[in-house]
């Protein structure tokens, strides 16, 4: 091994090679060669195993030796062929070529990964036509209907493909012009002679050299002519991929077979995935035989092991150029359409072998034996020059096509993915119409293409019907794989012809001849047997059959369609499926026992079967073909043109209806409940039978088989037959229809169920008529029709109208064409998305025995009408409607509705409902047979209105109605019974449809007597006794209104005075109760006796302050519901609240915590790099209940932990928990405070200069004491102790035990979430991070509501204002639980950046200390030091409005060091304000101190504009502190939104208006101060450029901006290449939306290591940018992802929506997307109001499968 390595740095060698060597010479000697071939093969022998070496190393060392191998690539290689190709310097020889060249008009532009495609709904040829995105853009297709979508890689843009578009086939940049060469003109003539001569043989020795190696199966030889000149003994082995084997399988393999460590066997696997290959190990053979040998007895236990190879290095280096020089060749194509020629023909130039001899042939019959990468290359190869040459195009179209079984069998025993297979190329070709049909004509392509289908699947029964009931995994695998060759066979037919030729129809039909075959097969596959006794013991495997049938839809489809557009091809394909129907029927075991019905006087011939009995089978497909093409018959005529040429007279009704009739009273009678014992599967068939993806080809067609059947037999024979497979034949014809009841294994329901599932039946046949053939109709009235039944359950989406719609091959539903007609469309909001609505006009076209309801459907559609119908003072019948006439081959059916099979029928129904006995009859049933009467009298009333007087009409319906029952029913006529039944008491529902049809008998009636008195037929009069009757109704319902609304009115009027009544019964109680209200009500007219009062009582801060703690707080716990008020020494309450780190505010988000434990956070950066927020959800317990309530979540956790329960929403080893009463995210709890007390007015308000004074000394004092404490010095002077101050006294704490812990409690949350530590009490800076969260959240609530226009009080809802309120009197309180001198210690160290202190080292500059968080922490530590003074001379409010006059000045110095002032020329005063002049004045001040580091300034008033809105954040923000820990009210002005702001918030604050007057006033006392702030070294340092500065007011953070068209951020996205794996596309692509930063998502190659365990790009980069929290936008899915933490996550809806307002996750529809404002605008508001944790908590407690997700993997 060691001899290996050291022969293995061949680098010093080459770079002397470099040197010496010339691409010209070493050209020059080729082309003097005698032996071509021989010289080039000779100097790739020399180099290319030199050059290509590369072993197993990993990270950078690997990224620099792929460096170096493509630089001596390309200098000792490349360099040469293009000289040679050329023959001049290859930079200026391409670029003349390039100029020379005249394109083609095909674009070609080859998919990567994810990029997005577009196809044009209206104008392309299928959709497989797509463009790429600036094609799309250049096009006139963007301003139709499109389709976009990502490409999954591999395919290529279509635009210049006339045969592609209908019409636009062009964009602007490819339109042909003049200089573009003609199609038929050959571009070689454009290159020059020698040039073709050098290419022709040059181009034949690089592709045949990289065929024979890509080729090449001999792992340690080599091609003769590139044998070594010495052999070593270096090896490699190769590890190859497969689909079988998991990342995890193969990384531990790894592991243990190359001893490498978990990220390098990553990397490894990832490559192995990404291309296919990876040596994995580097030395002698045997060492690499052993790792061989490990891997394969590692992986070969539960499959075949893991492919491994033992190769040479000469070998794997001459793969490695081989394809290089693919590559090479690839591009230089490119250049010239000549060349792509010569490529073209020495590829497809036959060799000696003769057949499959070619070079293209070799590759294409080695494809499944070459890994992923060569493949891919080669492919890439294919597409730019074969298929970018029309001529060759079609030479390689034919060697495909007559290799094309050969190709799908080793596609289908090989494991790869049909998109890494040469396969996948068919799409190419196939779906070119014209190469299709000639393929067709001369390779019998439909034919190869179903044969090749049906030999794949071998698995036959006894009758030779497929068998999939005993598939092995590995069959299934293979069936799985097989159908792609119906993906192949649906590109062949996509486009019917528009003109055939003999030979076509020849083929075609010879086409439809195997395609029959399959479908005979597939006849009656998969029969069930009805279970009788004992449930079934395992559920037969259905889905198999189903599979093949979806895939087998839209094939079955156009090949009717291509029947339709040929009469001749339509009699013959007619000809043939009738044969092939014969031929099933044959083979069937019954009829063998003939049976005679009779009923109302008419008998028929049948024979016995039972579909409760006998075999069924749901898979009928020969059947449903005849039935589609006697459709088309009778649509395009060819029925009544030629007669003569059709088997019309060989066809056997009662045998056409047989089969699709048992498949019918199957679904009965698995509705009926009589197939249970025979499981699920049954019921899934019987679902997917009706579903909108079989229906077309399966039910429907059912139906259509029934109606053709009924309109060629007497009607009443085929109710009969109907009667008799329905098992309902006794149940009409016994002569005492009561006997029914007595029969002793009938159950009755069941029964009953079958009746009104045959009666449904009856009216589907005669009433479905809206098929274009069946009815006089087109297409679009069919798909209207659908449309409008959708819409009656109720108002949809678009995409739930597009999902009940089926699909054409084309992927189209034609909705759009009349959605517009019938429905209104109302956008949605900011949630939810747009609806359809049907217009009321169409209500009309309503039927509730619309054929493709399901019984849930109609049973809402029903209740929707009803109630529409009664909104709008309508009876609520729902009649059927109107029925279009029927075409000539249908015309008969109508007679069913009229014959006496049916009479009878419905007169036995209604004399059950008139003599009603237990469960005899349903009222469903009775619906259907006035349904059924309604349709009769419809038709009628059609008829007469559509005839001239001389036509007899020989529907008459009414006649036969009136007359009374024959034997055996001997009841009365049907329209007697109607009479009867009409005010029967137990039908009130169908009164209403029971008077419509009486109605229609009698305008019938007048109609016929019309007619018969030789008056002409008008229909306006015949309407007058409906109108009549209509008006009757009206004024019924009217009086009915009526009598209700006086009824109301006298049920109030008792109501009030039973009211009076009780209030006279209890009058002193209601007096008292008065009269404290008035008392209330006058004290609050009453408090202010003066306005002058009010503007001095509205102040937060400062002696003059008004307190709140006059009035009490009551508040109730969730848990106990007892109530209490808050008090300093009761039991402890608290509030639950969710602690977290933020970045909302950041201004640099690149400084996070390195170290936490010596992370110093006493003065917080202007950058707000990191916070702490506290948010909560109002909700208050008392301590006690809590703790008990949080115990037993803890306790319920480990016993969950125990019963390998799946993960929960809250982590509670974090402290995690859920509010017990709105189960939001909460991690600790907050102690309620009392209110703090109002100030003592008698104490006299020291000034400015005094408090400082006392105060420098109160802290000397302290210094001096805490020295002594320390050092035990007492030697040094004593200082001055202000009177009254006593350093050793002990404040008494004001608070109960338990509140005290509650305040340590929600300290160390606090603790523990800002430093990410381990609790610890005892640590100095607990106090300061509980006064950090109290600033930053009051930070960025101002924030918040400044961006939102609020105004700063009275617009918080309810739970944020408890919050902050809570918060601050806590963060007021904290320092009662930590020793004292660690808080005066920290008040020491603030109150040293503030006025420079010489004992205090390490003091920040002022413009690295963020001021409101400067103040709070200052005002909060303030009371430790003042607790101490015991004089009571002072009062704690003079130290914090000095310490707010102090900060603000300082904030003021700040904004002025760091403001840019533009020049403005603004008209402004010569002479300036006040205010501008105390500006330029500090100012200049300043530019004392730091000379010409600060800018010139001559606009005063622009300075102090810049100084007003730079200090008007801290002000907002101070006045919410003040406001909420002194419990002050704020004034009016503050509000509302408007003038005078400014105003009263400075009053507010105890501050003069003219902020300046703060310096002016106090100018001897601050000038010092502001000196040495001014001379500290870091602030010229920073002014002079050594840092980033931060400007005030700071700008709001925002998501990034997204573009408006999706499409532009998907083609972003799929130029992303993952920055792990160098040139390999990211698989998921994914945006942060906070910085704008693109990440490879979901993958391996990507993974990081954050606290030891390892995740994904995603997750690690929200620690980064988030602290934790990360939104983010997966590119090519259209979802938002929000995580937080390792374990949190959801999925929430894109702000990108169609046009029809939906989101679009997945890209499953395709819709163009926008940018919808105000979606992203509620993301936003939700990430800047700190609102992700808690919807990201509500959506794992909906959905508990998002817990189980590995977020952090992401």
Request: with cysteine; charged share 20%; hydrophobic share 35%.
């Amino acid at each position: 091994m060691a001899v290996a390595e050291a022969k293995r740095d061949p680098s010093s060698a080459l770079c002397s090679e470099f040197l010496n060597f010339s691409a010209k010479d070493t050209a020059s000697r080729w082309l003097a060669a005698a032996d071509l071939q021989q010289e080039v093969y000779c100097h790739l022998a020399v180099y290319v195993p030199r050059i290509f070496c590369l072993g197993p190393c990993g990270g950078r060392e690997e990224q620099r030796e792929e460096q170096r191998e493509e630089l001596a690539c390309q200098l000792l290689l490349l360099a040469p062929f293009e000289w040679f190709l050329l023959g001049e310097e290859p930079a200026a020889g391409l670029a003349l070529l390039q100029e020379n060249n005249r394109p083609s008009a095909l674009c070609g532009h080859v998919f990567k990964v994810g990029e997005p495609t577009y196809s044009c709904r209206e104008c392309a040829a299928d959709p497989t036509c797509v463009l790429c995105m600036q094609c799309f853009l250049g096009s006139v297709h963007k301003e139709h209907r499109y389709r976009m979508t990502t490409s999954g890689g591999g395919g290529f843009c279509d635009c210049g493909d006339a045969e592609a578009w209908k019409t636009g086939p062009y964009c602007q940049k490819h339109t042909p012009g003049d200089e573009s060469c003609d199609a038929q003109e050959d571009p070689i003539t454009q290159l020059p002679a020698d040039m073709v001569g050098r290419a022709l043989s040059f181009f034949f020795i690089i592709l045949k050299y990289a065929v024979d190696l890509l080729t090449w199966e001999h792992e340690d030889l080599l091609p003769t002519g590139l044998e070594p000149l010495e052999r070593e003994d270096t090896y490699y082995c190769m590890l190859f991929n497969d689909e079988v084997h998991t990342y995890e399988q193969v990384i531990y393999t790894l592991q243990k077979a190359v001893n490498c460590s978990h990220k390098e066997a990553m990397s490894f696997a990832t490559t192995v995935d990404r291309d296919g290959r990876k040596s994995v190990r580097y030395g002698d053979l045997q060492f690499c035989e052993q790792a061989k040998s490990v891997i394969v007895r590692n992986t070969s236990r539960q499959s075949k092991p893991l492919r491994v190879q033992v190769m040479h290095s000469s070998v794997v280096a001459h793969q490695c150029f081989a394809l290089k020089a693919l590559s090479w060749l690839g591009q230089i194509i490119q250049y010239s359409d000549g060349l792509r020629r010569i490529l073209c023909q020495v590829g497809l130039q036959k060799g000696l072998e003769g057949e499959n001899s070619s070079l293209v042939d070799q590759l294409m019959l080695s494809d499944s034996k070459m890994w992923k990468g060569a493949r891919n290359i080669y492919h890439q190869l294919l597409m730019n020059s074969l298929l970018m040459d029309l001529k060759y195009k079609k030479i390689f179209a034919i060697q495909f096509a007559k290799n094309y079984e050969r190709l799908q069998s080793d596609y289908v025993k090989d494991d790869h993915d049909r998109e890494f297979s040469i396969t996948d190329l068919s799409v190419q070709m196939f779906t070119v119409p014209s190469l299709a049909r000639m393929l067709m004509v001369e390779e019998n392509l439909m034919t190869t293409i179903i044969r090749t289908f049906v030999d794949h699947l071998r698995h036959r029964d006894l009758q030779g019907r497929f068998q999939f009931d005993r598939y092995t995994a590995q069959q299934a695998f293979k069936f799985g794989r097989v159908q792609s060759l119906i993906g192949d066979l649906k590109y062949v037919l996509i486009s019917p012809p528009s003109e055939w030729s003999d030979q076509l129809r020849l083929k075609f039909l010879e086409g439809f001849d195997a395609f029959l075959e399959l479908l005979k097969c597939m006849q009656g596959m998969d029969p069930v047997v009805r279970q009788v006794g004992q449930h079934i013991e395992m559920e037969p495997e259905w889905e198999a059959a189903f599979t093949l049938q979806m895939k087998l839809t839209n094939i079955i489809s156009m090949i009717q369609e291509w029947c339709s557009t040929d009469e001749c091809v339509l009699i013959e394909a007619y000809k043939k499926c009738l044969s092939a129907l014969s031929h099933c029927h044959s083979r069937l075991p019954d009829g063998e026992q003939p049976i005679s019905l009779s009923l109302a006087g008419h008998s028929v011939e049948t024979f016995r079967y039972q579909v409760s009995q006998d075999k069924v089978s749901i898979h009928l497909p020969v059947c449903r073909l005849l039935a589609g093409l006697h459709v088309l018959l009778s649509k395009t005529e060819v029925a009544s043109r030629f007669p003569e040429q059709l088997p019309l007279g060989e066809l056997s009704p009662p045998l056409l209806i047989e089969l699709p009739l048992r498949c019918l009273v199957l679904c009965a009678q698995v509705h009926a409940g009589m197939w249970r014992r025979n499981g699920f599967s049954l019921i899934n068939q019987i679902y997917y039978y009706h579903n909108v993806k079989c229906r077309v080809e399966m039910f429907d067609k059912d139906i259509i088989m029934l109606q053709a059947g009924a309109s060629m037999m007497d009607p009443n024979h085929f109710l009969m037959i109907v009667l008799s497979r329905f098992e309902l034949f006794h149940v009409f014809s016994t002569a005492d229809i009561r006997k029914r009841y007595r029969e002793a294994n009938k159950d009755l329901v069941q029964q009953n169920t079958l009746i009104e599932e045959m009666l449904h039946l009856i009216i589907m046949v005669v009433g479905e008529r809206y098929v274009a053939g069946v009815g006089q109709v087109e297409p679009c009235d069919e798909v209207r029709r659908e449309i409008i039944h959708q819409l009656s359950i109720r108002p949809m989406a678009h995409s739930e109208l597009v999902k009940a719609l089926p699909e054409n091959g084309n992927k189209e539903t034609g909705l759009e064409r009349v959605i517009d007609s019938v429905a209104s469309f109302k956008k949605p909001g900011v949630t939810g998305r747009g609806l359809y609505e049907l217009r009321p006009e169409w209500s009309k076209h309503f039927n509730l025995y619309f054929h493709h309801y399901s019984r849930a459907d109609q049973t809402k559609a029903e209740e929707a009408q009803r109630k529409l119908r009664r909104q709008n003072g309508e009876d609520t019948a729902l009649p059927p409607p109107s029925p279009p006439p029927l075409r000539p081959l249908f015309g008969s059916l109508v007679n069913l509705l009229q014959c006496d099979v049916l009479l009878a029928i419905e007169g036995a129904v209604l004399q059950w409902a008139v003599e009603p006995s237990g469960g005899s009859w349903t009222e469903s049933m009775l619906q259907r047979v006035l349904h059924l009467v309604g349709m009769a009298l419809l038709e009628e009333q059609q008829q007469l209105e559509n005839s001239s007087g001389d036509d007899t009409v020989t529907f008459n319906y009414t006649c036969k109605i009136i007359r009374p029952g024959e034997a055996p029913s001997t009841s009365g006529s049907v329209l007697a019974l109607l009479e009867s039944l009409q005010n029967a008491p137990h039908l009130e529902v169908h009164k209403d449809m029971i008077t419509w049809i009486l109605k229609v008998v009698s305008n019938i009636k007048m109609m016929r007597e019309r007619t018969s008195s030789a008056s002409t037929v008008t229909v306006s009069p015949g309407r007058g006794p409906e109108e009549t009757v209509r008006d009757k109704d009206k004024a019924e319902r009217k009086r009915k209104a009526e009598m209700a609304r006086l009824r109301r009115e006298k049920i109030m009027a008792q109501m009030s005075e039973m009211q009076k009544h009780f209030i006279n019964e209890n009058k002193e109680l209601f007096q008292q109760s008065m009269e404290e209200l008035e008392v209330s009500m006058s004290a609050a007219d009453h408090s202010p006796p003066s306005t002058e009062f009010t503007c001095m009582s509205q102040v937060c801060v400062g002696p003059r302050r008004v307190g709140g703690a006059e009035h009490r707080q009551l508040v109730t716990c969730i848990l106990c519901q007892e109530e209490q008020e808050v008090r300093g020494h009761s039991r402890a309450m608290v509030l639950a609240a969710f602690v977290q780190r933020s970045t909302v505010l950041s201004k640099n988000r690149c400084r996070n915590l390195s170290n936490p434990d010596h992370h110093e956070p006493l003065f917080m950066h202007p950058e707000l790099s990191l916070g702490i927020h506290t948010a909560s959800c109002g909700h208050i317990m008392h301590a006690t209940c809590w703790q008990r309530y949080f115990e037993a979540v803890q306790l319920k956790e480990q016993r969950r932990q125990q019963r390998l329960r799946g993960h929960t929403s809250y982590d509670v080893e974090n402290g995690e928990f859920l509010c017990p009463l709105c189960e939001c995210l909460s991690n600790t709890v907050i102690p309620l405070l009392p209110l703090a007390p109002s100030p003592d007015r008698s104490v006299a308000h020291p000034s400015l200069e005094a408090w400082l004074k006392t105060t420098i000394e109160q802290i000397a004092a302290l210094h001096s004491a805490h020295r002594k404490q320390f050092d035990g010095a007492a030697d040094e002077a004593e200082p001055v102790v202000p009177e009254g101050f006593q350093i050793d006294f002990t404040p008494q704490n004001p608070f109960s035990s338990s509140i005290s812990e509650m305040i340590t409690t929600f300290s160390l949350s606090t603790y523990n979430v800002g430093l990410k530590v381990n609790p610890n009490e005892q640590d100095p800076r607990v106090p300061v991070l509980s006064w950090s969260t109290c600033a930053y959240t009051i930070q960025s609530i101002e924030c918040l509501l400044m961006d939102e226009e609020k105004p700063l009080f009275g617009s918080l809802p309810c739970r944020q204002d408890d919050c902050l309120s809570s918060l601050t009197r806590f963060s007021s309180a904290c320092w009662t639980t930590v020793p004292l001198n660690t808080v005066q210690t920290h008040f020491i160290r603030l109150f040293s950046a503030l006025v420079p202190d010489t004992q205090v080292e390490n003091t920040p500059s002022i413009l690295d200390v963020d001021m409101f968080h400067l103040l709070v922490y200052a005002v909060l530590s303030y009371t430790s030091v003042h607790c101490l003074d015991q004089s009571g001379c002072s009062v704690v409010d003079s130290g914090h409005l000095h310490l707010l006059h102090l900060v603000t000045v300082a904030h003021l110095i700040q904004i002025l060091l760091t403001s840019t002032t533009e020049e403005v020329c603004m008209d402004q005063d010569i002479g300036g304000s006040e205010e501008e002049e105390l500006t330029c004045q500090l100012y200049s001040t300043l530019k004392k101190y730091l000379g010409s580091v600060l800018p010139e300034v001559s606009s005063g008033w622009q300075l102090y504009r810049s100084l007003k809105a730079g200090v008007l954040p801290f002000l907002r923000a101070t006045a919410l502190f003040f406001h909420y820990l002194n419990s002050t009210t704020p004034p009016a002005e503050l509000l509302v939104t408007g003038p005078g702001q400014w105003e009263a918030l400075c009053s507010y604050l105890s501050l003069p208006s003219n902020l300046l007057l703060l310096h002016h006033n106090q100018q001897t006392l601050l000038e010092p101060l502001i000196h040495r702030w001014c001379c500290h070294p870091s602030v010229r340092q920073m002014l002079q450029g050594g840092g980033a500065i931060i400007r005030f007011p700071r700008e709001s953070n925002r998501l990034i901006e997204l573009p408006e068209d999706y499409s532009v951020l998907i083609n972003q996205a799929s130029s992303f290449t993952c920055p792990r794996s160098g040139r390999d596309k990211s698989r998921a692509p994914t945006l942060c939306l906070v910085c704008g930063c693109m990440l490879c998502s979901h993958s391996y190659c990507c993974r990081t290591e954050v606290d030891g365990e390892d995740v994904g790009a995603c997750t690690a980069h929200s620690f980064t940018c988030g602290a934790g929290l990360g939104l983010f936008f997966r590119v090519r899915e259209s979802q938002v992802l929000f995580v937080a933490g390792k374990t949190k996550g959801c999925l929430y809806p894109p702000p990108y929506l169609d046009d029809y307002g939906e989101t679009d996750q997945g890209l499953k529809r395709g819709n163009p997307l926008h940018l919808c404002a105000e979606r992203y605008r509620k993301i936003e508001r939700l990430w800047r109001q700190h609102g992700i944790t808690e919807i990201i908590g509500h959506a794992q407690e909906a959905n508990q499968t998002l817990v189980t997700i590995n977020w952090q993997h992401l």
